[in-house]
């Protein structure tokens, strides 16, 4: 930091603030206590290293104090680092709409088998944690809400539940949510929409709330995928001729997260896939040979559109068709696979596709490409960019980067720019862990990336710029903002 005024408070080992009986100072002539609204303020009026000091019923806690000549110097070091009370962060996440003297991150702060949310004022004060101490419930962030709090889930699969906070660390609701996938998003209309699957991945339906009551509006089935056995019946000892005989077989749906564009329409796209299988004319009650089997494949590619009135339409993006011989033919599928964000006008998407050629029955894919689509607000599809490809399937994870010039798409151990008029790759990186995670992107077009235990800056050359050791955390939207002195 540089000369000047700052917050100190103190909290003790759940996370909780106590009032201090005292503070103190290592340099009373360089360091002037104060209390401004109820808050303990140390004005540093030179350079140097010193100590703060708050006592509280005969105990003293310390806190080490770097204070720099100039801005210019402070802008090379790191501004803020963050502590947890446990022992990591696993999540971080900026307000929705920060408000000066209201929360304007939330901090995911866990241990072995605890956790809390802890909301922290832009001069990195504690306002609020969640739960109080003692409790059982283990809540993970998802997102802010349009309150300036946040919505949190507690357990797993079948016992999920949504919770959201206000601002001030209030519980609103409590909402089951046993399929919620982690695909959700808000409209400037004040509703938000989740994903639900259920358990076998053969249905998924979207569902819309009230974000301040968390009573359900909308509830969308998305269409099937199913394969048609015809003239055949499956058995423990494979395809038997059947004549006349029809059955169906769901198969997974296939669905990217949900986004919300600056024309407050959600989008998500899906998959929907029909395969027939027709054994012909094939004699009764004997086993069919694969080349005896004729299939049809039929694979699209689709957007799904939210109204703020609860309407809804599809685009249709992409159709992939094959027939043949079961044994001999293959159908190429194009599929979602991972994140949906805004293009850069704002109401367009770029969506995450792999696309790969499957063969029948089991449906295993083949090797895969891929891509970046990108849809335009009409729902055409307009341009396909070809990613560099993994070794095996991994979800992506997107950013917009500043201006919304530049794309980032992160999968597995590689994050890649690239320019999003033109799809022409910009720079890549290759992290050391598969579980590279994107945060933010940067104004001078570097990004924040989780690279296992590790928080890195990546220049807008690919290079790390900036390495912070495991259980440390930085206010991140402060990391570029070197627009304006505070």
């Known amino acids: 930091m540089i000369p000047g005024d700052r917050v100190f408070q103190l909290l003790d080992s759940h996370g909780q603030e106590i009032i201090a009986d005292n503070w103190s100072t290592s340099d009373p002539a360089s360091m002037e206590i104060s209390v401004r609204d109820g808050r303990t303020v140390v004005t540093f009026k030179a350079a140097g290293q010193f100590t703060v000091t708050a006592t509280s019923s005969g105990r003293s806690a310390t806190a080490q104090v770097t204070v720099l000549e100039s801005f210019s110097e402070a802008q090379q070091r790191v501004p803020w680092v963050f502590s947890p009370i446990y022992s990591s962060f696993g999540n971080v996440l900026h307000a929705w709409a920060p408000d000066p003297d209201g929360a304007n991150y939330f901090y995911e702060d866990h241990g072995a088998s605890t956790s809390m949310i802890r909301a922290i004022r832009e001069d990195g004060i504690q306002l609020w944690a969640w739960p109080a101490p003692g409790s059982s419930e283990v809540p993970k962030l998802l997102c802010g809400n349009m309150s300036n709090g946040v919505l949190l889930s507690l357990g797993k699969a079948a016992e999920r539940v949504l919770v959201m906070l206000d601002g001030n660390g209030k519980e609103l609701w409590r909402h089951p949510a046993p399929g919620f996938n982690g695909a959700i998003t808000f409209n400037l209309g004040g509703s938000f929409f989740i994903v639900e699957d259920d358990l076998p991945g053969t249905s998924s339906r979207v569902v819309g709330f009230d974000p301040e009551t968390g009573t359900q509006r909308f509830s969308l089935d998305l269409p099937a995928s199913r394969q048609l056995f015809r003239n055949l019946e499956q058995t423990k000892s494979g395809l038997i001729c059947s004549p006349g005989k029809e059955s169906t077989q769901l198969l997974p749906i296939r669905h990217s997260n949900l986004q919300t564009g600056i024309d407050s329409i959600a989008h998500m796209s899906f998959t929907v896939m029909e395969v027939m299988a027709d054994g012909g004319n094939c004699i009764a009650g004997k086993p069919v040979a694969a080349d005896a089997i004729t299939l049809k494949y039929s694979q699209k590619l689709q957007r799904l559109n939210l109204h703020e009135d609860g309407g809804?339409?599809?685009?249709?993006?992409?159709?992939?068709?094959?027939?043949?011989?079961?044994?001999?033919?293959?159908?190429?599928?194009?599929?979602?696979?991972g994140d949906i964000i805004p293009d850069y006008t704002g109401d367009g998407n770029f969506i995450a596709v792999r696309k790969t050629a499957v063969h029948w029955p089991n449906m295993s894919p083949g090797i895969a490409a891929e891509f970046e689509y990108r849809v335009s607000a009409e729902g055409e599809l307009t341009d396909r960019f070809q990613m560099p490809s993994t070794l095996r399937q991994q979800h992506s994870v997107m950013l917009l980067g500043e201006e919304n010039k530049v794309g980032l798409t992160a999968r597995g151990k590689w994050l890649v720019a690239f320019e999003t008029k033109t799809g022409k790759m910009l720079w890549n990186w290759q992290a050391q862990t598969d579980d590279t995670y994107p945060l933010a992107a940067l104004a001078d077009g570097g990004v924040i990336v989780k690279d296992g235990p590790y928080y890195l800056i990546v220049n807008s050359g690919g290079k790390v710029r900036t390495v912070l050791p495991p259980g440390f955390l930085e206010f991140y939207m402060h990391w570029n903002d070197t627009s304006e002195q505070p």
Do not use: M
């Open 312 to 337: 809804y339409n599809f685009d249709l993006l992409e159709t992939n068709r094959a027939e043949g011989p079961a044994g001999k033919t293959s159908a190429t599928v194009v599929t979602p696979s």
